[in-house]
């Protein structure tokens, strides 16, 4: 398993920004796929954003396209999530998440490693 730990959350007003990093340790990073997901108490986790190991592929959830940006940089083993134009819907518990593979994914049960998460509040 790959160990996930995120950082950059916190609170914003609507509109504003936050970058999110995760950084993985643990296996040869531009090998792995990853993801951020979010999740708000008492719903499903939900697909946000993912990326190749290469990082040539990249999804983006519709929900948040043209305001999210997937990146990483494989020399820092970091993957990062830029938000602007941030809405209050956008609150969440995000999660990092890594897969065995170099792919892409847009299912949660397509990943086996999980960062603890970090959480994101946007008031209006």
């Known amino acids: 398993q790959v160990h996930l730990v995120e950082s950059g959350g916190g609170l914003v007003q609507a509109g504003g920004s936050l970058r999110l990093s995760c950084t993985a340790s643990g296996r040869t990073f531009s090998r792995i796929g990853m993801g951020w997901f979010r999740q708000v108490p008492g719903k499903e986790r939900d697909f946000v954003a993912t990326?190749?190991?290469?990082?040539?592929?990249?999804n983006v959830a519709e929900s948040v396209r043209g305001r999210f940006t997937i990146s990483r940089d494989n020399g820092k083993n970091t993957l990062y999530l830029q938000m602007r134009s941030l809405k209050p819907e956008d609150t969440a518990v995000y999660y990092c998440?890594?897969?065995?593979?170099?792919?892409?994914?847009?299912?949660?049960?397509?990943?086996?490693?999980w960062g603890q998460g970090t959480q994101v509040t946007v008031s209006s």
């Open positions: 990326i190749s190991g290469s990082g040539g592929s990249i």
């Open positions: 998440a890594a897969r065995r593979n170099a792919f892409n994914a847009v299912d949660p049960a397509d990943y086996d490693s």
